[in-house]
């Protein structure tokens, strides 16, 4: 007959990074102090738990901040590094969330977030499983948009490069014409398009 235990270690090997609230109803959260105490689980933080041998990627901070936040979406620098279109290493994830949405409660990785509302929200969204949990990251052709409707905060030319990795990676560039028009920043993005094209 399977335990409490037994159900609790199942979950967090099918999902990477258990949260309480992923569990059954049954199972007292208890059984996730013990399991702890037993050497069993880790605890990453307030509300996270994992196997102790689980493989821990370069996209942990990432999966860490998605099981807290399970509706934001990794954008901008966190998603240029995500699609390794970037030289840049962000030391913050940066997290899109809707304008009216309450930001994330996260005590670590530090967080930038961003506000984004109706298909600047949704459209060229992709979901990764990374480490057995899944995490929704904008495409690189949203990202590459973003950064120069974002150019302000990160600066134009983070933008200039995400747009060169891009096309050096030969990826479609209909795509980012798509994603500069739902971004607003055709026009912006115009010239910049014209002198990787040529």
């Not at 990453?44 to 689980?54: C, D, K, N, S, V």
């Not at 936040?69 to 699609?83: D, I, Q, T, W």
């Not at 949203?142 to 933008?159: E, Y």
Request: with cysteine.
């Amino acid at each position: 007959m399977r335990t409490n235990a037994d159900r609790v270690l199942e979950q967090v090997a099918r999902l990477g990074i258990l949260r309480p609230r992923d569990l059954d109803a049954s199972v007292p959260r208890v059984t996730l102090t013990r399991l702890v105490e037993r050497g069993l689980l880790e605890r990453l933080g307030r509300g996270l738990y994992r196997l102790p041998e689980a493989k821990v990627t370069e996209h942990h901070a990432l999966v860490e901040v998605c099981k807290r936040a399970p509706r934001a979406v990794v954008c901008l620098l966190s998603a240029l590094r995500f699609h390794d279109l970037t030289t840049q290493d962000p030391f913050e994830v940066w997290l899109a969330i809707d304008v009216k949405a309450f930001p994330p409660h996260v005590d670590h990785p530090p967080l930038r977030i961003v506000r984004f509302s109706g298909d600047a929200l949704s459209f060229g969204v992709q979901e990764h499983k990374v480490e057995g949990a899944m995490i929704r990251v904008t495409s690189p052709a949203k990202t590459v948009a973003d950064c120069f409707k974002f150019r302000n905060k990160i600066g134009l030319d983070v933008a200039i490069e995400a747009l060169r990795e891009y096309r050096r990676k030969r990826l479609p560039i209909d795509e980012v014409s798509k994603a500069a028009k739902v971004c607003r920043v055709s026009r912006v993005m115009r010239p910049y398009l014209e002198a990787t094209v040529a």
